[in-house]
């Protein structure tokens, strides 16, 4: 049993997946409860803000979909390299394993200059309901893919030491699950907060 | 229709087992341990703790509304009694109680060795500890939070509650949050994956059930409050306007939140009760439990309905005759699968051969008990007249009818029931039945009265009240049931202590029952099966053994390989709660340095393997 | 208890409610009387109420005997017996299943349709003629405004008895709850929002009511109290809480009226007239008129008012209240001032 591989010692899995994978599954059900509450915030207050600036001034549709395709693309990157690493060919499993992470940083780079530049402009947490919902959703969401990177990035360097193999295929599909998944959600707040504005 | 091979090392008692025993080892091995069984344990022995502290804050809120007008305990501090009283008994009584089920008994159950994930179970329990001590610590630090359990914006806003109080619980929640979540996400895997064969879901026993059905709604349901508690958290400590209404913030988005989460949380307080009652019945019938399908379908809808039902509690507060339609008919729709429930039970009871032992009469009481508070919430279900009843001591009887006498009443016939599996000791029948009796005439003489007090006119959450409105004598009466309920505690306690003393050792089967967890040793060896069994249908114990022998006697099989201790599940816990202390008193070098333990404690965690 | 023009609508047996009240007296033991109790309607919209609820008791009886009795039964016909053979093992049935399914349907339909007919009456806004109240609340008093009779006053309301009163609820901080148990269900007061209440009082009489929505340190010292009168005694208690505050009557009343505009007590009192035209707390033009002070909590008498002024906190912890220290004498002028204030 590789090192970092299993972390249940079942003998066998009664539905036949990974136990592992049915975890994922069951902590995206949970999120999607959570970033559904932190929506429905952000929608319940849409339009209440007292004083400005309001989202209408600041956000920024041109910028924030080319970040959106960033991050789309990041997905496919995932899927390559759950690919690669699939049928054994680490090489290309690490390279597109630190592409993932690089798409994924690029768009958090452009939420920090986004949020700077809403600051700059004079929208902060404490400034109004838009201010307070608008980052705390975003914020959420950015922290989220902070922690993909993160995972990512280990996924790589694991790599570069040479532990990964393609025993690690089912870890690397599940960091997937949750990359798709973040990037599923950043569709949802891109189409409600910046389109449907 | 027989069990093959599920029969370990047979040695009776505590902790007798050639590997070691199932509890031997000294503190590390208890602080690093993975073992569902010690985790089960260490749940259990907590939440009773909690239990008995929020005990005592009710008996001293009890004790100030003996008499009209009491000095006994100022308003400032009767805040606070009666917010940790209803948080206490929430989330660090009844929730871990249920989870100490959950963990000791459920793999056996289901004949699987451990849970999917031993050390995020360890983990869950390290943080639920860590945070029920770190939320009583407030009592030390400036005041424990008193602001109710349900917290109602804009009173929690740092303008009408300065200080750390509610900070404290902001925090603790969030902490218990995690701790659930990930339990919930472990039972439902374990469960789901590692049913052992033949085992397919409408051959569980109901408490696997409703333990799978509990965790759902855990998962789903704690994410609404978690978002609150954050909208709370930043509106206190970064200045946002979440629930200020002078900002344009609505304060009823927190009740929206709250009860979302709220009402499927007294569902999971509820659902494993009445999974234990669903189980101990028929084995103290001598027949199957009756209904087995509705029972376990009226469970899930039960679930499922209990999303839809949340503004009920909201019925005062102006939603319009819409929403007060929708929901008053989605209460009352609630009690039709919770009567089906009750009707079963009773069916089984019926022709059946009643061993009056003291888990069937705990049984008895909760049904009993349940009853009145379930009728008393098809009174409040009706949104008008709800309009008299609501935030009154009729609400304080009703709820305390379904959660003590009815949740309570049924955590104690599992107590009873399963802990000769546990320690391998009987405890005294003739002990527990004086329990129950005292138990059922003083809960009753606590909470009967109540029901009228709220008719009459008292509010609750009141420090006292004023002489001269008739509230005098049913509010004595009820202090009265509250000292000999707390003294029918005792008893228990001594029943547990004289066990462990010198209770008679029990074999495998105790009380003839019918499920996996009767047919290995009491306590279990720590690997449980030492071949993983195979199941034919439901109640795999009471199947002829007409099949195949039984190899598991002879086989001279090798010990299961099972996971080794691990310190980091512990380390990540004791970050977390580093990072709340650091979130409390704002200071971010502390935040960092728990950030940074919680780095440590999952990185360790992620690369340790699992054996070792 | 009196009837009064109560339309007998809830569909329940006469003795239900009999039966209730029984209930409440035996269990109540020497409890009674009930001056705020639910169970004593006085107005049309406690009516509603009532009704409702025991039409619902008396299916919960009902049900409640059947089921009990179910399970007693069962504990003692088939309670183990030595040598008695073993039970047969029945898994279930689906025709019993279906009927335990449907009998409580059925009832929760029957408790339903007047659920609803009830809600859709009291849960509109004021039908027809009504006398508007604006009641607001506050940490840990009632604020009653009549915007169209030009009238402000603190927690003791007057009604007119048979005019319906539509209130509107709102608070100037936290939220509160307007109730009056015996004049009908409660409403709650929050901020940002206006809430409806309507009744119209049956008879007259002094009816007794309580905040019902934990709002801090002081949530069970926050009372008010409702005198509903023949309207010519409302009109006349109208017409004497629009005019300004009475002169002071007597010279220790004049040298209160100094010490309390001179005092800080006009930074947060009205009294109008004069130069105390603060808003923060209640206002006190005729505070020597109402039967209780501090939020319904005191009768109003010299001693009372004494106390409360010395020490505010010490009779309702965390009140805004603010005094300084003052001696005997001081506090005695005032106390004579406030209540020269009918």
């Known amino acids: 049993m590789s090192q970092t591989d299993v972390a249940t010692l079942e003998v066998h899995s009664a539905t036949g997946l990974p136990s592992r994978k049915i975890l994922m599954w069951a902590f995206i059900g949970s999120e999607c409860m959570l970033f559904g509450s932190l929506i429905i915030t952000y929608l319940v207050y849409r339009g209440k803000s007292i004083v400005g600036p309001y989202p209408e001034e600041l956000l920024n549709i041109p910028f924030i979909t080319v970040t959106t395709f960033v991050l789309l693309m990041s997905s496919l990157m995932m899927v390559l390299a759950l690919s690669a690493v699939q049928r054994g060919d680490m090489k290309w499993g690490k390279v597109w394993l630190l592409m993932t992470a690089v798409f994924g940083m690029v768009f958090l780079g452009g939420q920090v200059y986004e949020f700077t530049h809403f600051v700059h402009e004079g929208l902060t947490l404490q400034t109004n309901l838009f201010g307070g919902s608008f980052f705390l959703l975003t914020g959420t969401h950015g922290a989220h893919v902070t922690v993909g990177v993160i995972w990512l990035l280990s996924l790589f360097f694991m790599g570069v030491r040479g532990r990964l193999t393609q025993a690690s295929a089912e870890t690397v599909e599940i960091a997937g699950l949750y990359w798709h998944f973040v990037d599923v959600v950043w569709i949802v707040l891109f189409t409600l907060i910046y389109l449907l504005s | ?612 | 208890m009196e009837r009064g023009r109560r339309p007998h609508t809830s569909g329940a047996p006469r003795w239900i409610g009999p039966l209730l009240a029984l209930a409440a007296l035996a269990l109540g033991a020497c409890g009674g009387p009930f001056p705020q109790s639910a169970l004593d309607p006085a107005s049309d919209f406690a009516w509603k109420l009532q009704d409702l609820f025991e039409g619902i008791f008396f299916w919960a009886v009902i049900v409640f005997v059947l089921v009990e009795g179910a399970l007693i039964v069962a504990i003692f016909r088939f309670r183990e017996r030595p040598g008695g053979a073993a039970p047969r093992a029945t898994h279930g049935n689906t025709l019993l299943e279906i009927s335990w399914t449907l009998a409580p349907a059925v009832v929760l339909v029957l408790i339903a349709i007047p659920t609803i007919r009830t809600i859709w009456d009291v849960d509109q806004p004021a039908r027809g003629e009504s006398l508007v109240v604006e009641a607001i609340g506050h940490q840990w008093w009632w604020e009653f405004r009549y915007p169209d009779l030009g009238v402000v006053t603190a927690n003791e309301m007057h009604i007119p008895v048979g005019t319906q009163i539509d209130v509107r609820l709102t608070s100037a901080d936290v939220i509160h709850s307007f109730w009056f148990p015996r004049l009908g269900g409660k409403r709650d007061a929050i901020p940002g929002h206006e809430n409806q209440i309507w009744f119209t009082a049956d008879s007259a009489g002094l009816y007794l009511g309580q905040c019902a929505e934990f709002c801090g340190l002081s949530h069970a010292l926050m009372k008010m109290q409702l005198v509903a009168e023949a309207p010519e005694a409302f009109q006349a208690w109208v017409d004497r809480q629009k005019s300004d505050a009475l002169a002071a009557d007597s010279v220790i009343a004049a040298e209160g009226s100094q010490a309390f505009m001179r005092g800080g007590c006009i930074a947060c009192h009205k009294v109008r007239g004069t130069v105390a035209q603060g808003v923060i707390g209640p206002d006190l033009t005729h505070v020597g008129s109402r039967r209780r002070i501090a939020a319904g909590i005191l009768d109003n008498t010299p001693e009372n008012l004494e106390r409360w002024i010395r020490n505010p906190q010490a009779v309702k912890p965390g009140a805004l209240m603010v005094v300084p220290e003052l001696d005997d004498e001081t506090v005695r002028r005032i106390v004579a001032y406030l209540q020269s204030l009918k």
């Open chain 2, 1 to 612: 229709m027989a069990v093959t091979g599920a029969v370990g090392a047979e040695t009776p008692g505590v902790g007798a087992q050639d590997h070691g025993g199932t509890y031997s080892g000294g503190i590390w091995s208890w602080l690093t341990t993975v073992d569902h069984k010690r985790i089960g344990v260490m749940y259990g022995v907590s939440a009773f703790l909690f239990f008995l502290v929020g005990g005592i804050e009710a008996l001293l809120i009890r004790l100030q509304l003996g008499t009209p007008e009491n000095t006994l305990i100022n308003p400032d501090l009767y805040n606070q009694l009666f917010t940790m009283h209803g948080t206490t008994m929430v989330f660090l009584a009844i929730m871990p109680l249920s989870a100490a089920f959950f963990n000791f008994i459920v793999p056996l159950q289901i004949g699987a060795r451990d849970v999917a994930f031993p050390r995020l179970n360890a983990f869950s329990f390290w943080v639920f500890f860590l945070g029920a001590l770190f939320m009583n610590s407030s009592f030390l630090f400036g005041g424990a939070p008193d602001a109710g359990w349900f917290g109602y914006a804009n009173l929690t806003s740092t303008q009408y509650s300065p200080g750390m109080r509610v900070d404290f619980w902001v925090l603790g929640l969030l902490v218990l949050g995690v701790s659930s979540i990930a339990a919930a996400l472990n039972f439902i895997v374990t469960i789901i994956n590692l049913r052992c064969e033949g085992m397919h879901f409408m051959r569980m026993p109901l408490f696997t059930w409703m333990t799978l059905i509990t965790s759902f709604l855990l998962v789903m349901a704690f994410p609404a409050i978690t978002v609150g508690l954050v909208l709370l958290m930043f509106d206190r400590m970064f200045g946002t306007q979440f629930f200020n209404p002078l900002a344009g913030g609505d304060v009823l988005l927190w009740q929206h939140l709250f009860w979302i989460f709220g009402h499927p949380e007294v569902y999971i307080l509820l659902l494993p009760g009445l999974g234990m009652v669903s189980e101990i019945i028929p084995v103290f019938s001598r027949k199957p439990l009756f209904g087995y399908a509705f029972v376990v379908y009226s469970g899930v809808l039960i679930a499922f309905l209990g999303f839809g039902v949340w503004a009920h509690h909201m019925f005062a507060v102006g939603l319009g005759p819409v929403a007060n339609t929708v929901f008053a008919a989605a209460t009352m729709l609630i009690a039709i699968p919770t009567g089906v429930k009750i009707f079963n039970w009773i069916a089984t009871l019926w022709g059946g051969s009643l061993r009056l032992k003291t888990p069937l009469y705990f049984c008895l009481g909760f049904i009993a008990m349940f009853i009145i508070g379930g009728l008393s919430g098809v009174m409040h279900a009706s949104a008008a007249a709800d309009l008299q009843q609501t935030d009154t001591y009729f609400i304080v009887a009703h709820i305390h009818y379904v959660l003590f006498g009815g949740v309570m009443f049924a955590l104690f016939a599992g107590m009873y029931y399963w802990i000769p599996k546990v320690t391998g000791r009987m405890l005294s029948d003739r002990l527990g039945k004086i329990h129950f009796w005292i138990m059922l005439v003083s809960f009753n003489l606590t909470f009967f009265p109540q029901h009228f007090l709220g008719l009459h006119g008292m509010p609750r959450r009141t420090f006292t009240y004023e002489s001269g409105l008739g509230f005098e004598a049913m509010n004595l009466m009820s202090t009265v049931g509250a000292l000999l309920l707390g003294s029918s505690m005792l008893i228990f306690i001594w029943n547990v202590l004289q066990m462990l003393r010198k209770g008679p050792p029990t074999g495998a089967d105790p009380w003839g029952g019918s499920t996996l967890e009767w047919s290995i040793a009491s306590p279990p060896p720590h690997y449980n099966f030492k071949v993983l069994p195979k199941v034919y249908g439901r109640d795999p114990l009471w199947a002829a053994d007409t099949s195949d022998s039984r190899p598991g006697d002879d086989v001279e099989a090798p010990e299961p390989h099972m996971p080794g201790p691990s310190a980091f599940p512990l380390t990540t816990a004791i970050g977390i709660v580093v990072m709340a202390a650091g979130g409390l008193t704002t200071t971010l070098p502390v935040l960092f340095v728990g950030v940074a333990v919680v780095l440590f404690g999952v990185y360790g965690w992620a690369f340790q393997p699992l054996e070792h």
